[in-house]
């Protein structure tokens, strides 16, 4: 096991969750490509978007993807919900899907002690009509794109886990 774990999934579906809990059974590091373009920019994702516009995000995604493939080794990546779509996400590692129903995933930002902090820091939930219809959109090439899915509906984080370490051995 020393090729990367990239965790794709819907923006809240938990994949820093599930990162940093894997991390705690394994030998592998973690990161969060939002983390690691927030530290390139300065400044947080809401700032970028707000500032700059998603296209220029999207940009800033591709270049995090280049540096991962070419510098990152034994990691579990959490990505941004839109990193998925990077053209050499293969190349990064085994595509992780944690796969939930729109309702779940807001229903747990909505529960989260920091609830307002969690949707607040994701621009693109300011409008749960719209933010349907992009998860309806990318369900689809999530399914396409990953080597494995794990359904991770029941919010059972150690059971997500366990999946994820079976289905990479």
Known sequence: MNKNIILIGFMGVGKGTIARALVKQSDYFAIDTDDLIQSLENKKVKEIFDTYGEPYFRDLEKKCALWCEKNVVKSIISTGGGFYKQPNIKEIGTVIYLKSTFENIIQGLKDAPNSAKKFKKRP??????????????????????????????????????????KAIK
Request: glycine content about 0%; charged content about 35%; hydrophobic content about 40%.
């Open 124 to 165: 693109l939930l300011n409008d749960l009509v719209e933010a349907e219809k992009l998860y309806n959109q990318r369900v689809k090439e999530y399914e396409t794109i990953a080597d494995i899915t794990v359904d991770v509906s029941d919010f059972n984080e150690e059971k997500a886990v366990n999946n994820i370490l």
